[in-house]
């Protein structure tokens, strides 16, 4: 599975941004899709993810200002973040966890990230 990350930039605090990630899939079926971060000196941490029924889920920091989305037809995941605050700066990184087909072990897979700077 390849993930194509494309959106990210410079806003001011307050603004939004929209992410987008286009997954390539020849023979996976994918499961769940999400983002990730990791700022500067931290550990990369779960932004949000959705998974096969539309079922999303939101890190407390994010919960009520970002809002995930997918088109499981186009296979991409959107990321619409709102209320955007210096400390959502960081890189954003597309995620997929995946299956071969026929094979049922779960494989995880990452875009290339792309930087959100978020000035105060």
């Known amino acids: 599975v390849q993930l194509q990350a494309s959106g990210g930039g410079l806003v001011q605090a307050g603004g939004s941004l929209r992410l987008s990630c286009a997954a390539s899939?020849?023979?996976?079926?994918?499961?769940?899709m999400g983002w990730y971060r990791q700022a500067p000196g931290k550990q990369r941490e779960l932004v949000a993810d959705i998974n096969g029924a539309g079922i999303p889920k939101y890190s407390e920091s994010v919960e009520g200002r970002f809002t995930i989305s997918r088109d499981y037809a186009e296979n991409t995941v959107n990321l619409q973040m709102s209320s955007l605050k210096p400390e959502d700066t960081a890189v954003y990184y597309c995620n997929a966890r995946a299956t071969r087909w026929g094979r049922s072990n779960v494989s995880t897979f990452w875009g290339q990230g792309t930087l959100v700077t978020v000035s105060s």
């Open positions: 899939r020849i023979g996976f079926t994918i499961r769940d």
